[in-house]
């Protein structure tokens, strides 16, 4: 039997041992329809990605809207990062994890939202050991420097299926980029995740963007979905589709020559060097002045050093020519 469609939702939703592509309501019986025959196309509405045969579907009967979820999802925990940026300067992250769940309330359905989200809190540069803070605000209103995963389970036939969308567009959106993040949020979100559905299925997503990349941008697209353990099936015209069988397929490692976790060893390290970096730059200086000196005392001495042996040079010529003995010393 059919479960009901899901609240917000614009479709008849029919599952049935797994989750089956939402389709749309047919029209009426006598051919009439309530909507102008010619209607616009919605502005920045991707298109419907045409599905491969072995691909899962590309729709699941929510609970609840992904502004709902997002918007009721709580911050569980936060890891810190250092990334290392292309100008030599050291940036301090952290990565938020959020979390929020709906029941429904007809049937056995639970929609779960996982999300991390990167926000930016210092950068120091090495060189001097000056820094500047960040006032970033770690929230799910935005979909730079961050990823998703809508987690749906549900009973069906006696077992318990499950199926996950990847978010918050579908798309990877990093600034700066070539940093590693997106690589980075993908591994912890996966990890966390695997944890809790290893076996749900990743739904068929879109590479459609409306601001239509350049060939590198979509190379790069390509390869972070390829590396992250997505099937990826790209199209003319830079589209596509990705997917994935199950969440556990996907990777949990990221660069970490670019990006490393801040653990409390390296943390109560970083704090002692910014504390000492002052007393070492008054040690430099004193060194430095130290140094100076010394290099003045010494061409001094090597001033009287050439002067006394010349005196002794003399001293010697009058001595053989006049028959006169100097003494010396």
């Known amino acids: 039997m059919g479960l009901p469609a899901a609240r917000g939702n614009r479709y008849n939703v029919t599952v049935s041992r797994a989750f089956l592509p939402c389709r749309r309501a047919a029209p009426a019986h006598n051919g009439s329809s309530p ?48 990334v290392r940026m292309r100008t030599g300067h050291v940036r301090v992250a952290g990565v938020t994890y959020f979390h929020a769940t709906q029941a429904s309330t007809t049937d056995s359905r639970v929609e779960h939202l996982y999300r991390v989200q990167l926000s930016w809190l210092a950068e120091i540069d090495p060189r001097d050991g000056k820094s500047q803070r960040f006032a970033e605000r770690s929230s799910t209103g935005r979909a730079t420097n961050a990823l998703q995963f809508r987690v749906l389970e549900m ?12 978010g ?20 912890l979100l996966v990890e966390w995740v695997a944890a809790r559905h290893p076996d749900a299925t990743v739904l068929t997503g879109s590479l459609y963007q409306v601001d239509v990349p350049g060939e590198k941008e979509m190379e790069l697209r390509d390869a972070f979905f390829a590396r992250s353990g997505f099937t990826v099936r790209p199209t003319s015209g830079g589209g596509g589709t990705f997917f ?35 007393l070492l730059r ?45 003494r010396l010393g």
Do not use: H
């Open 35 to 82: 909507f102008p025959s010619a209607m616009p196309d919605l502005p920045n509405a991707p298109p419907t990605p045409e599905l491969p045969a072995d691909a899962p579907p590309s729709s699941a009967p929510w609970v609840s809207t992904q502004t709902e979820m997002e918007a009721a999802a709580r911050p569980q925990r936060t890891r810190v990062f250092r």
């Open 155 to 166: 009973a069906t036939d006696g077992r318990l299926v499950s199926a996950a969308r990847l």
């Open 168 to 187: 918050p567009k579908g798309q990877i959106l990093a600034e700066p980029t070539g940093l590693g993040l997106m690589s980075l949020l993908r591994a």
């Open 244 to 278: 994935a069988r199950s969440v556990r397929e996907l990777k949990t490692t990221w660069n970490t020559d670019k990006v490393q976790e801040l653990t409390a060893p390296l943390l109560a390290e970083a704090v002692s060097a910014q504390i000492e970096a002052p």
């Open 282 to 326: 008054q040690q430099i200086a004193a060194l430095q002045d130290q140094l100076t000196l010394a290099i003045k005392e010494k061409r001094a001495t090597e001033v009287l050093s050439r002067v006394w042996l010349a005196i002794t040079v003399l001293a010697v010529i009058f001595g053989l020519v006049f028959g006169i003995q100097p």
